[in-house]
């Protein structure tokens, strides 16, 4: 198996096959059965998983791929997996040293961002999950922790109000909705020409805010939009928090790990001074999935939102294999979890922050070799300004079939196997996106990705047009945009 899966990851570095294809139906109705009540051979499940599971993924392993923020994985990230499964740990808590290492990691978090040593962290899913947090623990700065016991009511709770771009992830908002704040309590703030949160209209938004007498308690800046990359000005977020006095928590899921890459580190100044910040290890760090993390300032604040409560059993002595509270428990709503921790430390390890950094720029850069592609072709549109290693564009076609022929296109290029970018809609105008990630993905899968927006493009356009001059009525099948 073992073999097996190194030579996948040698096919996968040399771009065989497709980056992806739909799964056949035969591949369904293998696995599909009753719950087995008799075990059959590993050599039997390994054999499912090998021609019906294995050719069906998503493909974030294949150079091609250029969909989603989805990180491609490594070898060491693999191989940690498995060792991690084979000593099972369960991180909760207890005096360990897989807890310990987890540690490590939180102290390596500091050392990146310039945090202090109270600084606290512990790994979660995923930023989705770290945005929670850092919502939390913001709610119970603001509330006091008394709101854990007493919820919402009485808290005067009900007039917070939180502040973020129109470009901040989704999941900021469902962090608000989750942790009973609402999401109607996100105040999105309009961004600038560049995507970047417009801090006058922030400032202006505060105000009007607090002479409508609500109380704005947590400003969530973004390091990377997940749409264009696009990042908030940090070092102006952090003024205005600090004049404020909100929580400043940073989405950096993906863009916080820029720190690692000389180049990039400047662009994120500010960030030194967050009270929280979210980021993924899984996304440009490859750490394989799921390897989500947060970093607080302040570790008292950090507790202050999660400990306590726990159950007698979970009693901490001064000795023996319950001892070195805080436990990551403490810090979180998880009690069992892995050991994220192994393969995220083995990666830094193994590769070193110097070369894990020059990856990432290089992902920058193919991302303007291939904003320099588009902007070659007459026939290929720009759409956002290439901020990192994230390109948005659109084949050119008359506004009336734009969003039905790109979002065909799309397809088009997905179905075809050679590259899987994704898409967004920018101004409300469908575009396609190609989020250059993975550390695979090489000229050739860019220039890939142009023949075949071009090729699909071109015959595209001429079915929709030809559709238009027949009179086909066209309108039915995009009514339901
Ligand atoms: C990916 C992403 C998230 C969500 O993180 P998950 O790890 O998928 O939960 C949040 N914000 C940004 C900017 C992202 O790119």
Redesign the pocket.
């Given at each position: 198996m073992l073999e097996d899966m190194f030579d996948f990851l040698e096919r996968m570095s040399g771009g065989e096959g497709p980056v992806w294809q739909p799964a056949p139906a035969s591949a369904r109705t293998a696995i599909a059965e009753p719950l087995p009540q008799e075990g059959c051979s590993l050599e039997q499940a390994y054999g499912l998983f090998r021609d019906s599971i294995l050719p069906y993924a998503v493909g974030n392993a294949h150079p091609g791929f250029m969909g989603?923020?989805h990180g491609a994985g490594t070898p060491v990230g693999m191989l940690a997996e498995m060792l991690a499964a084979g000593l099972n740990a369960n991180l909760g808590g207890r005096d360990h040293m897989p807890v310990e290492l987890e540690r490590q990691v939180v102290r390596w978090g500091r050392e990146l961002f310039a945090f202090p040593d109270t600084a606290s962290g512990v790994f979660v899913?995923?930023?989705?999950?770290?945005?929670f947090l850092g919502v939390l623990v913001a709610r119970s700065r603001a509330l006091g922790p008394s709101v854990r016991t007493d919820g919402m009511q009485g808290q005067g709770g009900g007039a917070l109000v939180a502040y973020a771009s129109r470009a901040?992830?989704?999941?900021?908002a469902r962090a608000m909705d989750l942790a009973g704040l609402g999401s109607a309590a996100l105040n999105l703030i309009d961004v600038d020409g560049s995507g970047a949160l417009d801090t006058d209209a922030l400032a202006s938004a505060i105000g009007c805010d607090l002479r409508q007498g609500r109380r704005p308690f947590l400003l969530v800046g973004?390091?990377?939009?997940?749409d264009t990359g696009a990042i908030d000005d940090l070092a102006a977020l952090a003024d205005i928090a600090a004049r404020h006095r909100l929580h400043f928590h940073v989405?950096?899921?993906?863009?916080a790990l820029g720190m690692l890459a000389a180049d990039l580190a400047p662009r994120l100044g500010g960030i030194e001074r967050a009270d929280s910040i979210?980021l993924?290890f899984?996304?440009w760090m490859h750490v394989p999935y799921?390897a989500?993390f947060i970093l607080v300032r302040d570790g008292k604040h950090h507790l202050a939102a999660f400990d306590g409560g726990a159950h007698s059993y979970l009693a901490r002595e001064p000795g023996g294999m319950s001892a070195g509270s805080p436990w990551p428990c403490d810090y979180g709503p998880d009690l069992s979890r892995g050991f994220r921790a192994l393969k995220t430390w083995m990666t830094l390890k193994v590769y070193g922050a110097r070369r894990l950094g020059a990856a990432i720029s290089d992902s920058c850069e193919r991302a303007r070799h291939l904003g320099e592609l588009v902007r070659r072709q007459a026939e290929l549109e720009l759409m956002a300004p290439v901020h990192l290693n994230i390109v948005c564009f659109r084949f050119r076609a008359p506004e009336g079939i734009s969003d039905e022929l790109n979002s065909r296109l799309l397809q088009a290029i997905q179905g075809s196997g050679i590259a899987a970018p994704s898409s967004t809609r920018i101004d409300g105008k469908y575009v396609l996106r190609a989020a250059l990630f993975n550390h695979r993905t090489g000229r050739a899968q860019l220039a890939g990705l142009i023949d075949a927006a071009l090729v699909h493009g071109r015959a595209l356009l001429d079915e929709l047009a030809r559709q238009e001059t027949t009179g086909t009525d066209r309108n039915s099948t995009c009514r339901n945009y």
């Open positions: 989603w923020v899913t995923g930023s989705s999950m770290a945005n901040a992830h989704a999941c900021v973004t390091a990377g939009s997940v989405d950096g899921a993906f863009g979210a993924d899984h996304k799921d989500g």
